[in-house]
């Protein structure tokens, strides 16, 4: 193994039903830019984070990954997010922001494709 190679970025790839309701989503509730689109494959970025999103094969692909998909976004500041994600309970699923034993702030929100993406931060304790 290779001491000089450095990972510079791990982007999560997320199979998707609906590509123009999950860029809405990405970009409207949690703040991502679009940086790249077509209809099988995008790519959203917030912060020189990227998460790629691409157009699931088959109607089978989607009922395999809803439910069974998670990732993790960890923000400094993580108040104003959560005011503006929590006027959204009416459309969305999501578990308000509460402590883990793990030291970490955290609200949880499902996106269109039953992605459960957890936001957090750590503790102020």
């Not at 998707?16 to 940086?35: C, I, K, N, Q, S």
Request: proline letters at 4%; one cysteine or more; aromatic letters at 8%.
């Amino acid at each position: 193994m290779s001491s000089t190679t450095t990972v510079r970025r791990i982007s999560p790839m997320l199979a998707v039903a609906d590509m123009d309701e999950t860029l809405a989503f990405y970009r409207d509730v949690l703040g991502f830019t679009l940086t790249m689109h077509s209809p099988e494959y995008s790519i959203v970025e917030r912060d020189g984070q990227t998460i790629h999103l691409q157009k699931a094969a088959s109607d089978e692909v989607m009922q395999c990954v809803r439910g069974h998909t998670e990732i993790y976004l960890e923000v400094s500041n993580i108040h104003p997010l959560w005011e503006h994600v929590k006027t959204l309970k009416d459309r969305y699923r999501i578990r308000d922001l509460f402590d883990r034993d793990y030291g970490m702030t955290e609200f949880h929100i499902s996106d269109p494709n039953d992605c459960l993406v957890f936001v957090g931060e750590p503790s102020s304790r």
